[in-house]
């Protein structure tokens, strides 16, 4: 494995930035590092560069512990989210910093800032100044800056916080496929959970500086392992019931239980996708009214709202919604195809593992 | 200012009259107190032609006024540019409590009268003074020597460089420092490539100023100094001396001089007000969160 953290903290004072962080990062891995702001993801990364150094906990690179190497010596590339591009230096100067620092011979540097700026779609920029470049091109100086000395980890804070929607679209795509040629371990903060799941072959979720879940964009999205997580990767429908007569139930809504105890409360969540619609009224056990359509493309987002005034969110495949003539205010029949329990008690995010109903054990409940 | 004259124009005009009104008040105000003076400085200094203005700046006394001078601008422009650079490092880059004390002190010698702080040094060495019999049992004069000179006028230009540094390297943050450490670079090789590279025009503007002020004090110099002509005497001192012995050209040629140096300061002030200008707009477009001008 190529990076180890092992019940990692950083605390900043009295607060606690990153608490109790175990992760291992494994040799030409693409990890993204997913949380709210304040989650302690930025710290993490900062703290694998040197740049913070763990209040307690060790940090292994290739099986050596590295918390008191300092950070000239890691050999990791990072990039800032602000870039820090040398402003006084042109393209080439930048990108031939960190080989300059170490004393490569001239003839070498030239060739590598060459290939660099070369696969980077910068050839014939090498002379500008960082000034004179679109916000996308900085970003590519930035990461062939930190790729330049040949690091054996790549780090980016952000990287695509500061560019806009249409080209950050664009650097994902290119991110893959860089870090797919170059085999490069890389490690990326974002807070935004489609990037994460768009790019990554694994996520790490943090929460208020504690690490909530590590999985595969599909696992995390799939099995969540706590309610945060759920929330926070893709929408959730999430209700809070009470076990009445065998069964937990909200309003017009029930759903089996098995030996929660009566009067106890009970959250569930599910996902759009697993609501069920149908213009035919007799079609699914419940009626609601489409309150909102989103368009989101193929896709549609609708706003259902139950006779009771429970609001539940559902996708339907556009085709399909024209095909049954469906629009805003249609009534229509749903059921809920399946669906996971949260918590039990009253503890919202407790961290819990949730137990998965089937669909078939659902069914006889409704 | 240009920039903001045209804007003013075009969106609350004012009545051509009172726009006339104005700008003439402010040129005349110029002209009257600045530029004429000014040409009259030169204007004395010729009044008896040039070979009378070369001889009276070969007098002993103001030859050896003008080295003075410059020695002592020598000196305390290197110490107070070091000194300015590792304040401004320490007050943008750490964190530390006292920092806002640290810069009101720093701007200290702006808000004190020059001749106290002259009188501060006398106090301190000179032979009624704290430290002045333990000076004079050891044979060394601070007071009425140039030493003296030296540290008032160290203590006057104190604040140029730091003051000028500041807020520069604040609005700068630590990203570009931070980097090039993850590239390999030592604390010295960040500073050397990165960080003075940055601040270079403001470090110039700053070092130009305090040049000004050390070759152009007066008050505090005044108070330490002891006025000995050919000893003691820096340029202003010199100035104040002939023109009170009535030498109208020697006066005036030696004022020369200082306009001279103001002159000169004023342009090198100009030209480096655009290049900081142009630099802190590309500063700006690098980082889009910073409001700072």
């Known amino acids: 494995m190529s990076i180890e953290l092992r019940q990692v903290s950083k605390r900043f004072g009295s607060v606690s930035a990153v608490e109790d962080v175990s992760l291992t990062v494994a040799d030409g891995e693409l990890v993204a590092l997913l949380g709210p702001s304040g989650g302690g993801k930025t710290t993490v990364l900062r703290m694998i560069a040197g740049l913070e150094v763990p209040t307690s906990g060790d940090l292994l690179v290739r099986g050596e512990r590295v918390n008191d190497v300092p950070v000239q010596k890691r050999n990791i590339g990072f990039v800032f989210q602000s870039y820090a591009l040398f402003k006084t ?207 989101l493309g193929v896709q549609l987002r609708l706003e259902l709202e139950t006779p009771s005034g429970l609001i539940l969110r559902t996708r339907i495949v556009k085709d399909d919604f024209l095909r049954q003539g469906l629009e805003q205010g249609s009534s229509v029949s749903f059921q809920i195809r399946e669906y996971r329990v949260l918590s039990t008690g009253a503890n919202s995010l407790s961290p819990e593992v949730a137990t998965v109903h089937s669909a078939a054990n659902f069914a006889e409940g409704i | 200012m240009a920039a903001a004259n045209g804007k003013s124009r075009r969106g609350i005009e004012e009545p051509a009259f009172i726009r006339r009104i104005l700008i003439g008040i402010a040129v005349g105000f110029v002209g009257v107190f600045l530029l004429l003076p000014l040409a009259n400085v030169f204007a004395q200094a010729f009044a008896k032609g040039w070979a009378a203005y070369l001889q009276s700046l070969q007098q002993p006394d103001t030859r050896s006024a003008v080295l003075l001078t410059l020695l002592v601008s020598a000196i305390c422009v290197p110490l107070n540019l070091v000194f300015g650079v590792i304040a401004a490092w320490a007050v943008a880059k750490f964190q530390f409590r006292g920092k806002a004390l640290l810069i009101t002190l720093i701007d200290l010698p702006f808000s004190v009268s020059p001749v106290v702080s002259g009188l501060i040094f006398v106090v301190m060495f000179g032979a009624q003074g704290y430290l002045g019999p333990w000076l004079d049992s050891k044979d060394i004069q601070i007071i009425f020597a140039v030493p003296g000179i030296v540290l008032a006028t160290l203590f006057v230009t104190f604040p140029f460089v730091a003051r000028e540094l500041i807020p520069l390297m604040e609005a700068q943050g630590s990203d570009a420092e931070q980097a090039a450490l993850t590239l390999g670079a030592t604390g010295w090789q960040t500073f050397w490539h990165v960080t003075l590279p940055s601040v270079k025009w403001g470090l110039l503007y700053g070092v130009i100023l305090c040049n000004a002020r050390a070759m152009g004090e007066f008050g505090a110099v005044s108070v330490v100094s002891g006025h000995i002509s050919g000893l003691t005497e820096t340029l202003p001192l010199r100035i104040e001396k002939l023109h009170q012995e009535y030498q109208s050209v020697g006066a005036f040629s030696a004022a020369s001089l200082l306009a001279l140096v103001a002159l000169i300061t004023l342009g090198l002030k100009t030209w480096l007000e655009r290049r900081q200008a142009a630099e802190q707009a590309f500063g700006q477009s690098d980082s889009p969160s910073s409001h700072e001008h």
């Open chain 1, 89 to 295: 230096m042109s393209v080439f100067d930048n990108v031939a910093f960190g080989l300059k620092i170490r004393n490569t011979p001239q003839a070498e540097i030239e060739a590598r800032v060459d290939e660099l700026l070369k696969l980077f779609g910068l050839d014939g920029l090498g002379r500008r100044l960082p000034h004179q470049l679109s916000g996308g091109q900085r970003q590519r100086v930035a990461i062939a800056r930190a790729l330049a000395p040949r690091p054996s980890v790549l780090l980016l804070d952000e990287p695509f916080g500061a560019v806009d929607a249409k080209i950050r679209q664009e650097l994902r795509e290119w991110l893959v496929r860089l870090q797919r040629e170059l085999h490069v371990t890389t490690i990326f903060v974002t807070h935004d959970q489609e990037e994460a799941m768009e790019v990554s072959n694994r996520i790490v979720i943090f929460s208020r500086g504690r690490l909530e879940q590590i999985g595969s964009p599909r696992e995390v999205y799939e099995e969540p392992k706590n309610e945060f997580v759920a929330r926070f990767i893709g929408v959730l429908n999430v209700l809070e019931l009470t076990v009445q007569n065998g069964a937990a139930r909200l309003n017009e809504l029930s759903f089996p239980t098995h030996g929660v105890p009566e009067g106890q409360t009970l959250r569930i969540g599910f996902r759009p996708y697993a609501v069920q619609i149908s213009r035919n009224l007799q079609e699914y056990p419940h009626s609601a009214v489409i309150r909102h359509v989103y368009f």
